[in-house]
């Protein structure tokens, strides 16, 4: 099977040749130039050979947009520190409004995705990384977003809406750049950050209106929730291809994932813990994330970004156990 092909099987659940696989990590620094953000992705690409590449812009991509001040964190995660959050009193909220298409992040992405589709052609996937309006917000305003949520519900909510135009406009940019498929991380959807109440309130109705905008313009979307004692029950009825979390460090397992969720389930992999071990012990977590789901509408993947220093030998490990 070419790697479409396997993935279009792995979605639909039916058999594959092997379970399609990808790891993705940050390229801290490299990630704010096109030219060096692409090289570097088209590198990992090349030297693995996934079968897709996860695109993964700056983390704080949103914040740049919206006037942020950001340095860099200089941790094995490849993120970055906020020094100057957007939001930092409840009436800043009501400055939010969508970013033009031509601002300069959108147009430094758009160039990224061009540049790699152009050298890897268009046998190999490519998905732009997007994040859910309430995630968004997060990142703008830290942890002062839940208490503006609870006492000033009516401003946030304005936010929402302007944040969820600003994301279709960044997806619309790099799907005509190159990109076949969307990950839509939602970072929020915790029960130990939110209610329920809230997560449906200030979550669902922004990305299922995010979800059904893109998702007749792309392959697929995959969903990635983020953290732990997430909202599955809700979130793995979103109309998306692909769902991806950290099973190995909250429910539901990728067995019961499986059996709750209508695509396909990406995950198996520890990243931070059993990734960082032995060849062996990776190899192993791999054939358990298998067996678990008898290798059908599986994609074998970790439960967010590898660590930077993840060695050669350990990603190699995870890329040549699907093949066993």
């Not at 993705?24 to 490299?30: L, T």
């Not at 939010?96 to 540049?115: A, L, M």
């Not at 490519?126 to 309006?133: G, N």
């Not at 970790?302 to 050669?312: E, F, H, N």
Request: with cysteine; net charge negative; proline share 5%.
């Amino acid at each position: 099977m070419h790697k479409r092909e396997r993935l279009h099987a792995a979605i639909h659940q039916q058999k594959v040749d092997r379970p399609p696989i990808a790891l993705w990590r940050h390229f801290p620094g490299d990630d704010l130039d096109p030219e060096k953000h692409a090289r570097r992705a088209i590198e990992f690409q090349k030297q693995y050979d996934f079968d897709f590449v996860k695109v993964t812009p700056a983390a704080s991509y949103v914040a740049e947009m919206y006037g942020g001040e950001l340095t860099d964190a200089g941790n094995r995660e490849g993120t970055r520190n906020h020094a100057r959050r957007v939001i930092n009193d409840w009436r800043d909220w009501k400055k939010i409004e969508p970013i033009p298409n031509d601002h300069p992040v959108i147009q430094r992405e758009r160039e990224t995705i061009r540049r790699i589709r152009a050298e890897l052609g268009k046998d190999v996937p490519i998905l732009q990384t997007l994040f859910s309006p309430l995630s968004c917000a997060r990142t703008l305003a830290g942890d002062r977003l839940i208490q503006d949520m609870r006492e000033h519900p009516g401003e946030v909510m304005h936010a929402l809406q302007h944040l969820g135009t600003t994301m279709e406009r960044f997806a619309h940019a790099s799907i005509d750049a190159g990109a076949d498929a969307l990950f839509l991380a939602s970072q929020v959807a915790s029960r130990d950050v939110l209610t329920a109440e809230e997560s449906r309130a200030f979550g669902q109705q922004y990305n299922l209106a995010l979800i059904n905008e893109l998702r007749g313009h792309v392959d697929f979307v995959l969903l990635h929730i983020h953290g732990e004692n997430i909202y599955y029950e809700h979130l793995f009825k979103y109309p998306v291809q692909i769902i991806n979390w950290h099973d190995r460090k909250t429910a539901p397992t990728l067995r019961q994932g499986k059996a709750l969720f209508h695509g396909a389930v990406a995950g198996g992999i520890d990243e931070w813990g059993v990734l960082q071990t032995t060849p062996e012990a990776i190899r192993a977590q791999v054939q358990d994330a298998i067996q678990q789901t008898d290798g059908i509408g599986l994609l074998v993947a970790a439960g967010c970004v590898i660590p930077l220093d993840t060695s050669d030998e350990n990603i190699r490990a995870a890329r040549q156990a699907v093949e066993e």
